[in-house]
């Protein structure tokens, strides 16, 4: 089924009220009713172990956003402080008895605030001209990532970084510029719309590009087609796909959320899977239904599409694929992208495929599962607590491994920050990346797989 522009741009009816939430769109009961304020959530929770204040506890977050649906409390900073420090990492329902959804009522609890309390200044101009004016946008993203890549290779960043202009930027901004990745070629620019499976086509999909990954992951993006291509998939690049819309919603803006939600349903409307190999996309794409709760044709088609995303790791897993036979000497750590081990459950999976690599020695990581403190831009937004989160992850990554993988693209940034903070030496690897590596090593690429990080 088509869709018309007028159609992207159409406001959600407006519902009625709940306690102090005036707009459509509230917390919904059902997602805090079985709540019994046990504690089982305590322990598992980031902002709870760094700052053991109760308002900052799943539970405690969860008690707030009821108080004021119930009236006894007020949509205002006080209330903004706990909802906003959350990380969304959902760690939390994972631990909860009851499967409470932490995390849907944290997103539609931001999404009151920031219609009651707009940012304003430069936080406001900030976030309108990247959340409305950039990632919505492809070719604006690919003009962003030309930019960013004249900066590398023209010897810009280095007089930048030697004559210490850097330091007129924020120590947290300063932090993540020294480990901002090679900026490489689009593969929506570089790849024709369909790349044909080698071999024998068993299967049709369609990959999300991703805004992020477009521009800072491109190579990610490429063995995620490699890999798949090598597996008799012909790959599909939707033209007209856009941003998932997870930071927006991250951000409070539901309204911008549901517009990208309805053009990426369209694009990918004939597509048989959608393949996603960023967790913090496919955990959002995956639940849009829940945007469009008052908009009962696109809950449904919401539905159908959110049964298409699939995650890289768990569509080879599931599918079958060929197993490589070239050696990668490696000891490997595997971190569990929040997004994808709380809000997907995908475990199991990656691991599988790094045990399959000859030559790939796994180390576990204790608390593999515990945030890294990037939670989208949380890192941007929310600095000490990101950094504390992450020294606390950083303890627990084994120190006598050559690499650590995982499978999301923020978390990738936050870990190589923790790798260079903390005197590590380990690379940050994508799990479809090494298998590609594999791959490549066995069709002739003969070099080392160091040069590739």
Known sequence: MSVKESELNQEPPCTSSLGNYLWSDPPQEKKWADCVHC????????TYEQSGEEQHSPR???YLIKAVAEGKLNVDEHFADPVFSCLDCRACTTA??????????IEEARGQIRQAIPLKGWKGAVNKFFLHGVFPHPNRLHSLGDLLRFYQKSGLQK?????????????????LESIMPEVKGSVRINNPSVIKAKGETKNEVSLLTGCVMDVFFSDINQSTINVLTRNGNDVSIPE??????ALH???GDREMGRKLAKQNITAFEDADKVIVNAAGCGCMMKEYAELFRDEPEWEERAKG???????????LHDTGYEKPKAMINTRITYHDACHLAHGQGVRKEPRDILLDIPGVEMVHMPNADRCCGSAGIYNITNPEMADAVLKSKMENVPEDVEMISMGNPGCMMQMALGVQKYGRNQ??????????WAYQKEEGDSNDVSHKN
Not at 39 to 46: A, V
Not at 305 to 315: L, T
């Open 249 to 251: 919603v991250h951000a």
């Open 305 to 315: 599409f959110e049964e298409k995303v699939v995650d890289i790791s768990k569509y």
């Open 60 to 62: 405690g977050r969860v």
């Open 240 to 245: 007209n796909q856009t941003c998932c819309g």
């Open 39 to 46: 504690g089982m959530c305590l322990e598992s929770c980031p």
């Open 427 to 436: 690379k940050i690897v994508h799990t479809v990346q090494l298998l590609d």
């Open 159 to 175: 007089v930048v970084r030697k004559t210490k202009l850097i330091n007129i930027m924020p120590q947290h901004l300063m932090e």
């Open 96 to 105: 909860c008895p009851v499967d409470v959804d932490v995390g849907g009522l």
